[in-house]
């Protein structure tokens, strides 16, 4: 299992771009992506199999992207969170395969896709799949630290 994840700006949109991936030629291995065939859609993929959000993103804004890919057995389960929120039902495929020994690990573009307009932060892969929960509290906890905890008075 896996979890993929980084803060995005996206400036402008092209085609397909990466924002951080471990791919060879688009089709084996694994990425956080933005394509830009129906306005600026962030998506995560594994090899032939991938979810992307349930719409657009505005370009010059900070987006939390997380992909989760869950061994089931004989499949892997794939889910895209944008901000904390599974956007799992916008668009999605699955997958049997994962194939990404070889290939270097990217931020930005250099692998299969075309380099990232925009700027990328904080990227991370973690070789367990991480819950909503988890994905949620972490994009609180980054987005608006001063309002996810309070400090009390010394005792």
Do not use: K
């Not at 939390?64 to 794939?78: D, E, F, N, P, R």
């Not at 299969?112 to 609180?140: F, H, K, M, Q």
Request: charged share 10%.
């Amino acid at each position: 299992s896996l979890t993929v994840e980084l803060w995005a700006n996206i400036t402008a949109g092209g085609l397909y771009e990466a924002g951080i991936e471990r791919e060879s030629g688009g089709s084996s291995g694994y990425g956080l992506q933005v394509s830009q065939t129906s306005g600026i859609q962030p998506y995560f993929s594994v090899d032939s199999g991938y979810v992307c959000t349930n719409g657009a993103i505005s370009t010059g804004t900070w987006n939390h992207l997380v992909g989760v890919a869950t061994w089931t057995g004989s499949t892997y389960s794939l889910h895209f969170f944008l901000d904390g929120v599974d956007q799992t039902t916008g668009c999605s495929s699955v997958t049997s395969t994962l194939t990404n020994a070889s290939v270097n690990l990217t931020l930005g573009g250099g692998g299969g896709l075309g380099a990232l307009n925009g700027v990328a932060d904080e990227p991370r892969v973690s070789n367990t799949a991480r819950s909503a929960d988890w994905i949620l509290t972490e994009y609180n906890n980054q987005s608006s630290p001063s309002t996810f905890y309070t400090v009390g008075p010394e005792l």
